[in-house]
Every structure is written in structure tokens, then in C-alpha cells.
């Protein structure tokens, strides 16, 4: 995708999630049609479990921007940014952005780290209101997560937060791949990994273009996999045992 054509579609789901804003009542995680639509979804995951050919796997690769690094502190989730994903294929039509109203004053460096500030927030979906559009849009797919434990811990803490459920939503880490293919690449960070490849992020620190970048190395080290005779998630689990 020409960095025009990323900014244009940065634009178009920027102005699509400054007017999601919901009335109270569907704003709250607790709400009864949502814990409804939590549980089906747990149902059918659990159904769809056990065998998943990596050739045709489809996963939803996410990146959170936050407040800061402890939501057992108070921070909380900024931004969301993800794209689909079926085998190594991005699906950038399938993408989903939202900015995140955090209830608090965000801090001036993560301002300056993210580009996010004060202003950018005031008409955004609140934590729980964002989190419903999002795992509706993710559906029963597996989500993916470079360095994962980051969005882990932000998604366990919000969703409890906001509506006393727990976060059991399949998360997959792109570094399952880069250690089955057995490189080693500086610190495996993003920047790292995608310097190596030669992956352009267009934006550092933007939830949808960190997302995108960490979507293509799972499509490279997926390949990788491939190659080297895997063929189901399953296997590189008992790889690594």
C-alpha cells in the first residue's frame, strides 16, 4: 500500500470512530446484549479449537497504544489499531482504528511518543464502548500481537474494568514464529525485525501502522513456517514444548 493511500484510510477510520460514540447505556461492558455476545463468542471459539492449518489461518494482528505500561497503576488504552489477516495475505480492506477516550489527562510524553493528544480524545469512544466495537469486528478469529504481553495485560485490565469479564480471547505472539524459524535478530523488536526485512512502518508509535507492520512479519515468518514443512499451528506449539 502507497503511504498516500495508508494515510487516506488512517483518515477515513480516524473520523469513523469520533462518531461511534454511544449512549450510556450501551457504553457499559456490563450491559446484558454484550455479555451475551462475549459468551457466544467464547462458545464458538472453543468449537472452532484444535486443529488450525497455517496455509489458510485467519487472525486479527492488533497493536494498543496506551497511557503508559501498568494498567495496575491506572494506565489505560489510547488507541487501538488492527488488520485481518487470512495465511501471509494482509486483508487491509478488512482494518479497524480507533482513538480512546482514557477519562484522564494523557501524559506529555506519551503525547509526544504518540502524536495522540487531549483534544484528539474529548469526542472518542470511552474504554468500553471501544473494546465492543472491537471484538465485534474481530469476531471468533485469533488475535496476534507482536511482544504480546503488552496488549495482554492492557486487554485483561479493561475489559474487568469495565465490565467484570476476563479476557479469554485466543492471543497469539508474532515471536512463536521468529523462534521456530530459528533467527536471531537483535532484541526482536519491532523496529528490529522490520528493519532486517526491510518493512517501512509509516508511522512509529500509531496503533494502526504498528499493527500493520507486525501483521507483515507474521506473514514472512508464517512463510517461513511453511517452508520449513510446518503446516498447523499445533506443530510449532509442540516445537517449542
Known amino acids: 500500500m502507497h503511504t498516500r493511500d495508508l494515510w487516506e484510510r488512517l483518515r477515513q477510520m480516524s473520523r469513523a470512530a469520533e462518531t461511534v460514540r454511544m449512549p450510556s447505556a450501551d457504553r457499559d461492558l456490563g450491559n446484558p446484549g454484550l455479555i451475551a455476545f462475549l459468551r457466544s463468542l467464547r462458545r464458538e471459539r472453543k468449537e ?13 494482528v492488533v497493536d494498543l497504544e496506551t497511557t503508559g505500561f501498568s494498567p495496575d497503576r491506572g494506565d489505560t488504552i489510547l488507541s487501538i489499531g488492527a488488520v485481518a489477516m487470512r495465511g501471509d495475505q494482509l486483508l487491509l480492506g478488512e482494518s479497524f482504528y480507533s482513538l480512546v ?8 510524553h506519551i503525547a509526544s511518543l504518540t502524536g495522540i493528544r487531549d483534544e ?13 466495537r472491537f471484538f465485534q469486528f474481530v469476531g471468533d478469529r485469533p488475535l496476534v500481537a507482536h511482544h504480546s504481553r ?7 485490565a479493561a475489559l ?9 480471547h485466543r492471543l497469539l505472539d508474532t515471536m512463536l514464529l521468529v523462534r521456530v524459524s530459528g533467527e536471531v535478530i537483535g532484541n526482536s523488536s519491532l523496529d528490529a525485525l ?12 500509531h496503533a494502526y501502522c504498528d499493527a500493520v507492520a507486525a501483521a507483515s512479519l507474521w506473514g514472512i515468518y508464517l512463510r517461513k513456517a511453511i517452508e520449513q514443512g510446518y503446516t498447523d499451528l499445533g506443530e510449532i506449539y509442540e516445537e517449542l514444548r
Do not use: N, Y
Not at 472452532?48 to 486479527?60: F, Q, S, T, Y
Not at 477516550?101 to 506529555?108: E, F, M
Open 150 to 156: 503488552h496488549e495482554r495485560q492492557f486487554f485483561r
Open 194 to 205: 522490520c528493519a532486517a526485512h526491510g518493512i517501512h512502518i509509516s508511522r512509529r508509535h
Open 48 to 60: 472452532a479449537e484444535g486443529r488450525l492449518p497455517l496455509a489458510d489461518l485467519e487472525v486479527v
Open 160 to 168: 474487568w474494568k469495565h465490565g467484570r469479564r476476563r479476557f479469554t
Open 101 to 108: 477516550d482514557p477519562g484522564r489527562p494523557i501524559p506529555p
Open 120 to 132: 484528539m480524545v474529548r469526542t472518542a469512544p470511552d474504554p468500553a464502548a471501544a473494546l465492543q
